[in-house]
């Protein structure tokens, strides 16, 4: 849809007569533009988009009264003069000049909003206050159109969701993980991975009282009181003063890697807070800032100050506790990380077990898997090849996932990925932050071994691998589309579980383009009407398989992702609808 100041602005075509119009009443303008309603209300002519703004139905079929326009579709009202719906979920509808020479009434091909290039900003601001699907598709599809760039309006949905709510919320995470997503995303995607990551903030939002802010320390104290002061007011699950402890570390300009160093250990005094939540909020927390920059740290990382304060650890549940005390054991076991970090940086040797701890972690006694953690932890393992092997180790967990499992098992099993996902990606940002391992921060990774452990008879019996040696994958096709294509109708079927897992081996194994393959897992969640966990499970994968390549490990962690997507498709894709609808209005084509 054109604005003003494009080369045929200017043009206008003839009408009628005044007369004409009067009898007529409502006339359609056609041609190489799309179709215009011009109207004469009393004295007065005025045209508008003869398409309603909110499913293209053609509006001179409407009813003009009292210089109000009514769609008889869905009784959106809009006023002629100005173009202004009445109904916000409709949506305003653009004008086109009018001019009236010697008594003939002459229309401009042009359609523009009242509000000019500010329109489309307004509107998605509105769609997102009053949590409009439909506004905030086409606010988005307008925006880029004028070359406005992805992260801009990840921004201002970010700060509206960190705003328009208590706390952190699943919106927030949405967003961020299709924020990582979008730069390797074809443009069709990277469009629905922006409204579905924008339009679930805004549902998230919707009702909710707006996050009162609060005051950092001033003068603030020095960085290391304001880690031990976190991690005792976390404790005590003082809110506002945990609050007013970030933001001084905020304000005092702490380097992003120091945040998080202080956050972590924080969330970590709790044994594997709130089922994994607490540490993978706050982490995508910290990513969201990359994203839109740590000018807004001060908006987005009291966001979680909820989580740290209200937690539940797992020192106070049962499986942790009986038949192994699975508490004690972790405390015993990190009382040695400070012994095993002096001996790894002594021996400055080089590390390359990732796998080998990996296996260990999958292993039957949680005492063995602790000192596994404290060996590696002593030949000197960096933090983040650590996060690596617990990440790999609950992949399989998902891969190997048995289907005679209650459907809801799946979640436990995707929630050890996840969290440890992110306890990876924080310790890799410590490293790049250039701080030292502290038994603190590696507390994380043995947190999760032990809840790999607690899962282990998810994976009894377990899941076949796809391609290995008993499934050669030979009867699917070899060739890259077809896979892909087979891929996504086996997720347009319940039950598609095992075929999905073999067409993700399938293209691994014959060596086609990875990025097709993540584009594909993309397009296989954005289409349905997932839930964040399925967001979640998405780009952890394909950040993790990043970490590990086109290996075997690789293939294991999307075979992994494959499951758990196709055990949670397919959904009524309303979603897709509405983003599908807000297209095809943007594009002048028919939708009744």
Known sequence: MKEAGTKDADRFVRVGTLEELAARRMTVVSGGHPPILVIADGARCHAVDNRCPHLGFPLQRGTLEDGILTCHWHHARFDV?????????????????????????????????????????????????????????????????????????????????????????????????????????????????????????????????????????????????????????????????????????????????????MMLAAATDRVYADGGHTLDFINKAFE??????????????????????SARGAEESTAWRHPIDLISLSADAAAEFPWAIAMGVRSAR?????????????????????????????????PADLGRALAYAASLRVARFGTSNE???WEAAHHAFTYAHATQRMLARLAAGGRTPTAESLRAVLHGAMHVYLLRFLNVPPARLSGEADDRLDDLPAEAGAIERGFLDALDRHGGIEMAGRYVARHLTLGHDAGA????????????????????????SIAQFREWGPTREGQGILHAAARYLAAHSPTERADLQTAVVARKLMRDEKLY
């Open 81 to 261: 003069a100005s173009g202004g719906g009445f109904d916000l979920w409709a949506d305003d509808l653009p004008t086109a000049a009018v001019e009236v020479r010697e008594g003939e009434v002459w229309v401009s091909t042009t359609l523009r909003y009242a509000e000019g290039q500010a329109h489309w900003r307004n509107r998605l601001r509105d769609g997102m206050a009053h949590d409009l699907g439909l506004v905030i598709a086409k606010a988005i599809l307008g925006l880029r159109a004028q070359g406005v760039p992805p992260l801009e309006l990840i921004r201002e949905a970010a700060l509206f969701g960190a705003r328009g709510r208590e706390d952190w919320g699943a919106g927030l995470t949405v967003l961020t993980a299709l924020g990582n997503l979008i730069p390797v995303l074809p443009e069709e995607s990277s469009y629905l991975a922006l409204y579905k990551g924008i339009a679930k903030v805004a549902k998230d939002c919707a009702g909710q009282p707006a996050r009162r802010l609060g005051q950092p320390l001033d003068p603030p104290p020095p960085a290391e009181t304001l880690a031990r002061w976190l991690r005792h007011w976390t404790a005590v699950r003082h809110r506002d003063a945990i609050e007013r402890t970030v933001l001084a570390g905020i304000s005092a300009r702490l380097p992003p890697a120091t945040l998080a160093e």
């Open 407 to 409: 459907h809801s098992d």
């Open 517 to 540: 393959l993540i584009a594909m897992l993309a397009q296989a969640v954005l289409r349905e009407d997932a839930g964040f966990h399925s967001y979640q499970m998405l780009e952890a």
């Open 350 to 382: 080089r590390w390359d077990g990732t796998v080998s701890l990996a296996e260990a972690f999958l292993g039957d006694s949680p005492s063995a898997i602790a000192q596994a953690l404290i060996k590696a932890i002593a030949e000197n393992a960096a």
């Open 288 to 309: 969201l800032l990359d994203l839109i920059g740590w000018a807004h740290a001060d908006a987005v990382l009291p966001t979680t100050v909820e989580h740290l304060a």
